[in-house]
């Protein structure tokens, strides 16, 4: 998941869609307007990319020690056969995704 987040769209040949548009967000006012644009790419891109894995649930939250930064806190569903098309065994994971680390080239990252 990180890595599909973290690609730029077009930057890899061959899968020009592989990859979000969160970096047009990297230093953009923490307005709900551009939280819910995050919200949207990351559940849309994942969803695309890897059929395995679906988001259950997803909260921003503050950083801390990083005035007006945010990560994501991501409850996932995973199914170890969605990639064959069989989704009747699920198994349930959390992940924190620091916003920096979806940015290649952060210091975070």
Do not use: C, W
């Not at 953009?28 to 969803?47: C, F, K, P, S």
């Not at 909260?59 to 990639?83: D, S």
Request: charged letters at 20%.
């Amino acid at each position: 998941m990180r890595d599909i987040l973290s690609t730029r769209k077009l930057q890899r040949v061959m899968e020009l869609d592989y990859g979000s548009d969160l970096h047009a967000l990297r230093g953009e006012n923490m307005t709900a307007a551009n939280v819910l644009r995050a919200y949207a790419e990351i559940v849309g891109q994942v969803h695309a990319e890897e059929p395995g894995v679906r988001i259950a649930r997803m909260e921003p939250t503050y950083l801390e020690g990083r005035q007006g930064a945010i990560g994501f806190n991501l409850q996932n569903l995973f199914y170890p056969y969605g990639h064959l098309g069989d989704y009747s065994v699920v198994e349930h994971f959390s992940m924190m995704l620091p916003a920096a680390v979806l940015m290649r080239g952060s210091a975070a990252a």
